[in-house]
Structure formats: C-alpha cells, structure tokens
C-alpha cells in the first residue's frame, strides 16, 4: 500500500491522502478539496485515480468530487448516511464494507459517527496498520460536533473502536491541528512530558511535515484518550463544578469537549 500525504496549505489546514496499489498503480484520492494537487501529486507518482472517498459530507472535504470526477472518471464513495447530502455518490459505504484499490489494498469502513452522524473512517489492516479518520480523530485531538455531530456518539466511536485498534495503527486525519491540540492537552497535563516535547517541535515545524503520529503516540498526547488520568480530571473539575469527584470517563470525555468548544 502507497500511501501519499497532500498539504494543501489552505485556511481549512486540509490534508488530503492518496491510498494506491503499487501492483497496479490505482489510487483511492480522499476528501480531495483540493483537487488540482490530488491530480498533480497522482501524475508525478505515476498513479491513476479511480476513486473518491469522503469521509464526511462538509463542504470542506467534498467540495472537490466533480472536477476531480470530470479530470479522472473517478467513482465516489461515502457512508450511505450522507450521501444524499453529498450528492452523486455512486457507493454507499456501511460498517465493514471493504473498499478495494487494485489488486493490493484493502481498506474496512469504520462507522464513527461523533463529528457529523455519517462519518466513515478507513482502518488498512496488516503489519504496517493505518486509519484515514477525517475528522474524527486529529493528531492530539478530537473532531467538533458543531455543524451535525453529537459528543457522546464521539465519545462511542473513541472508546468502543478507536482505542481497540494496534497502538501501531499510523493515524492520517483530514486536518493539520497538532500544536493547537497539544497546546490543549498541556493545558489539561501541564505534566505530560510526551505532549511537550513534541509541542516544542511543533512550534518550530512546517505543518507539511507534521508528524505521522501512532494510536499509540496518542494515548500519550492525546487529553481524549486519557479519560482517567487523575490530573485531568482534577483540572476539569476546577473549570467544570459539575463534574463529580469520581466521574466515569464519558462524563470526562464530553467535559473536555465542551472546555475545547471554548478554549
């Protein structure tokens, strides 16, 4: 499995992912905003696109299907949930569907909703495990539910399916939002020696070579993962009064959310 990162360095901080077969040079393009890169960086790698995938249905991830479509003959995916809202999707994609790139690559659809209530992530399974997660999970963070979401839904789709994945599983999210995350993760852990040391690089870096972060790097970084850290919730409880002495890890999750809301 070829796997290219796009930077698209745009407001949006975007990053869009080709996932090819190095069998037969197929390539999946997902959430392609912007499609002219998607088209370059498919043409120097000597690939062919012949899907799309949105993840999701906002703008800011589908806004590049038709002229991709018309330069490519691509086919697109999305969850079935949100394809009406996305319009002219050719496959809709449920829980366990497996999408197939050539002859090599086989991606399983993760229904995750949380960030909008029809949101696929794609987990690539084998020695080398990847997941194409949206806006779902971000390196160091979690997605929003502003525009469709819901966060107890996020919270299922972080505890019951995310967690469970290898700590090797390498994680590709939709946006580049790795120092302002860990900045919040310090905020919560202002202890937490992983987050530090990787937000001083971050400050330094150029976000088109942010770091490919593991799901086990993010149990380390990550204040969404860390649901019982006694810190954390000693510091929630400063900002939240509600919250009980000994509150179970939803209620700690969706604090966090609401505190990132505002942050």
Not at 74 to 91: E, F, P, T
Not at 125 to 144: E, I, K, Q, V, Y
Not at 236 to 260: G, W
Request: net charge negative.
């Amino acid at each position: 499995m070829l796997i290219e990162r796009i930077w698209t360095g745009n407001d949006y901080r975007n990053f869009h992912y080709l996932v090819a077969c190095g069998e037969t040079g197929e390539a999946l393009a997902i959430d392609p905003l912007d499609w002219r890169k998607c088209v370059a960086a498919a043409k120097a790698l000597g690939l062919e696109i012949t899907q799309i995938l949105n993840t999701h249905e906002h703008r800011d991830h589908t806004g590049g299907n038709e002229p991709l479509r018309a330069a490519t003959g691509a086919r697109v995916l999305a969850h079935a949930g949100a394809a009406a809202r996305i319009g002219q999707v050719d496959v809709g994609l449920t829980r366990g569907d497996i999408v197939r790139v050539g002859r090599s690559v086989e991606l399983e659809c993760l229904d995750t909703p949380g960030h909008t209530l029809a949101h696929v992530c794609l987990y690539a399974r084998g020695d080398s495990p990847a997941l194409f997660c949206g806006d779902t999970l971000f390196n160091a963070g979690a997605g929003n539910c502003h525009h469709g979401g819901h966060p107890g839904l996020l919270y299922e789709s972080f505890t019951q399916q995310l967690a469970r994945l290898p700590d090797a599983t390498r994680v590709y999210p939709g946006h580049e939002y790795l120092e302002r995350n860990l900045a919040f993760t310090l905020d919560r852990e202002p202890d937490n020696a992983h987050a530090a040391a990787m937000h001083e690089a971050a400050l330094r870096q150029d976000p088109a070579a942010a770091p490919v972060t593991t799901l086990g790097d993010e149990k380390h970084i990550n204040a969404f993962f860390r649901l019982h850290n006694p810190l954390i919730i000693a510091r929630l409880r400063e900002v939240s009064p509600e919250l009980p002495e000994a509150p179970t890890p939803r209620e700690v999750f969706l604090a966090l959310r609401a505190l990132r809301n505002r942050w």
